[in-house]
T-cell receptor, first 115, second 112 residues
């Protein structure tokens, strides 16, 4: 099930189940979003991205859905494995000076996969 | 190199001490970002460089924080007179404008 802990929301699933991690973003002008996976002691690792002209994008075992009407993103992980246990962040990319873009991170969700 | 390299991996500083954290970005990446990540939180933006120019430093929490990238490659984040609230993981990322954002493993700073 899903619960809100003192710091991070936590999602606990059984190995082999599908996982859905949700994220709400704040800036309706954001046109690019990235999902990151962060394991303990490591930096965020790119999983999948999506631009605002798309509603859905699929990768290997992962799917990202974007609902611009309610400013909501979700990450679906198929056949979740113990190695998927990590903290997952969505990041919205906002425009910055000089033509570059700055990732702004959400709160994160801790995914725990039980064997 | 193959990825973003940060050093040191761990740093313990006495309160009031100055520290310097280093980031080696991916070769050819024009943009470089520094983030601060407190325990159980997401990374918070500190500052951003495009080549050697610091174009956004809106996230630096105080004037004790200073970042530079003098030759448009390696960057250093300096914290003067460290305080306990500065304890966090400091992450560096580099990118080619709006794609290929890659993060380093971070420097864990503990102020005692």
């Amino acid at each position: 099930g899903e619960s809100v802990g003192l710091h991070l929301p936590t999602l606990s699933v059984q190995e082999g189940d599908n996982s859905i991690i949700n994220c709400a973003y704040s800036n309706s002008a954001s046109d690019y979003f990235i999902w990151y996976k962060q394991e303990s002691g490591k930096g965020p690792q790119f999983i999948i991205d999506i631009r605002s002209n798309m509603d859905k994008r699929q990768g290997q075992r992962v799917t990202v859905l974007l609902n611009k009407t309610v400013k909501h993103l979700s990450l679906q992980i198929a056949a979740t494995q113990p190695g998927d246990s990590a903290v997952y962040f969505c990041a919205e990319i906002r425009g910055a000076s000089g033509g570059s873009y700055i990732p702004t991170f959400g709160r994160g969700t801790s995914l725990i996969v039980h064997p | 190199g193959a990825g973003v390299s940060q050093s040191p991996r761990y740093k313990v500083a006495k309160r009031g001490q100055d520290v310097a954290l280093r980031c080696d970005p991916i070769s050819g990446h024009v943009s470089l970002f520094w983030y601060q990540q407190a325990l159980g939180q997401g990374p918070e933006f500190l500052t951003y460089f495009q080549n050697e120019a610091q174009l956004d430093k809106s996230g630096l929490p105080s004037d004790r924080f200073f970042a530079e990238r003098p030759e448009g490659s390696v960057s250093t984040l300096k914290i003067q007179r460290t305080q306990q609230e500065d304890s966090a993981v400091y992450l560096c990322a580099s990118s080619i404008f709006d794609r290929d954002y890659t993060f380093g493993s971070g420097t864990r700073l503990t102020v005692v």
